[in-house]
């Protein structure tokens, strides 16, 4: 093609100018075109399993206020104190409840004792399920008295099913009042942790592709939900670091939270897979995860979208496969932007491990019922065994 000058000049330098001009254009539209491509490409792949991640907002959250509406607390003035009786020890512990002042509750008139001989003063006794012993409950449980007074019988439990043995519940399953469970539809709700609203200031963590793929911290090898086994084929196709009694490798820490911050530093992605998968089952290995600058990938029971942040999480039950989901990282993990995504819910909200804030709202609820005409759950066991909708992997 020959181009002439526009004032029809012999000239030939303009010409070749105008040449020149051309053909750069040219490369720069191309390289516009493949860019954009490229770009739009990847949004496309990412949209295919989640919302777009470049016009991302934070929804709003359910922030879970479970025994922390000062509103409540304001509502009532004064309060006869309540005594709360631990009958069993939790593990080895004998004193393992903290007292609602240390918890900063709303609400603190409760008290915390396991002196049995308090027993009659007793608002409530906690039962923890792993301690349970037949052939050593409370007297006005196992006589089935119903004297004016009795105290409300409280179950707290923080295993799934697979792992609560059947035989404590002997002589006791129609005898529960309270239940403290991670199941939502527990009278006292008692998560793992929770998604607050942020108090400190947020730094975006570093993109740094270097680090390694996918990690995990595991000490039961076989479980329920045969997780090792899927952990096997996603090796085929990814990097896994294996930390832990599991692995080859060694946290150098004894606290597993001080482990998952040192992971953070050297991993862009967690395995927060549960041992067992059971309704609302999301253990500290979901919430130690989201404290970090790693990207959770979730294998689980529970309801994970419903209640966390949108991006904050990744749940193999998205993928068809253990190979979808190893493709999927490595396009995360190759884009700074895509990776990062997965932290800005962090510029408003934050994960916190909350064991034992449930007394809060044990505290309030003690507070509210009439423990005389109190009826305690029909059939504790089959809602516990048979709406717990636990997976049984073959
Ligand atoms: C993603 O963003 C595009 C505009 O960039 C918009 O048209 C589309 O509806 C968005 N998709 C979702 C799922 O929000
Ligand atoms: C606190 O409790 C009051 C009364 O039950 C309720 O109206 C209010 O919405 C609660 N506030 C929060 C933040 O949950
Ligand atoms: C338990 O409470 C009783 C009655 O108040 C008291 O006499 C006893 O000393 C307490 N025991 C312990 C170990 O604190
Ligand atoms: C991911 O999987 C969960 C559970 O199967 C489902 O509820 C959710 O809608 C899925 N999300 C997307 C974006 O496909």
Redesign the pocket.
Same mark, same amino acid.
């Given at each position: 093609m020959l181009l002439k000058a526009e004032d029809g000049s012999k000239s030939y330098v303009p010409n070749q100018r105008y040449q020149r001009l051309f053909l750069q254009s040219c490369t720069i539209t191309l390289a516009i075109c493949l860019l954009c491509y490229t770009y739009v490409h990847l949004d496309n792949y990412n949209n295919h399993f989640y919302n777009n991640f470049t016009r991302w907002n934070v929804r709003e959250v359910i922030v879970n206020?479970f025994g922390l509406?000062k +509103?409540?607390a304001a +509502?009532q003035t004064s309060r006869e104190r309540k005594l709360v009786l631990l009958w069993t020890p939790y593990f080895s512990e004998k004193d393992w409840l903290p007292s609602t002042h240390d918890l900063h509750c709303p609400i603190q008139e409760c008290d915390v004792t396991s002196n049995r001989s308090l027993l009659p003063k007793s608002s409530a006794v906690i039962l923890h399920w792993r301690n349970i012993d037949s052939d050593d409950l409370p007297r006005f449980i196992t006589d089935d008295s119903n004297e004016i007074g009795t105290p409300l019988v409280a179950l707290f439990n923080k295993e799934a099913p697979p792992n609560t043995p059947v035989d404590s519940l002997t002589g006791i399953n129609q005898k529960i009042h309270l239940t403290i469970t991670y199941r939502k539809d527990s009278d006292v709700y008692a998560p793992y942790g929770r998604i607050e609203k942020r108090t400190k200031a947020f730094t975006m963590p570093e993109f740094k592709p270097d680090r390694k793929s996918v990690c995990w911290l595991v000490s039961h090898c076989q479980t329920q939900s045969k997780r090792e086994e899927y952990v096997e084929i996603l090796k085929q196709y990814i990097d896994v670091e294996v930390f832990g009694k599991c692995g080859n490798h060694i946290c150098p820490y004894e606290k597993p939270l001080d482990c998952y911050f040192w992971l953070a530093k050297q991993c862009k992605f967690y395995l927060s897979f549960e041992n067992s998968i059971c309704k609302d089952y999301a253990t500290e290995k979901l919430y130690y995860a989201l404290m970090t600058d790693m990207i959770p990938i979730v294998m689980g029971g529970d309801d994970y979208a419903k209640y966390l942040p949108p991006h904050s999480f990744i749940n193999v039950a998205n993928f068809s496969s253990p190979k979808n989901l190893a493709k999927y990282l490595h396009e995360v993990s190759r884009t700074q932007s895509s990776y990062l995504s997965y932290f800005k819910w962090k510029e408003k909200y934050e994960s916190t491990f909350v064991p034992y804030w449930w007394l809060c709202d044990l505290c309030h609820t003690l507070h509210q019922t009439e423990t005389k005409t109190s009826m305690p759950h029909p059939d504790f066991s089959s809602w516990w065994f048979g709406e717990s909708n636990c997976a049984f992997v073959e």
């Open positions: 206020t509406n +509103s409540v +509502s």
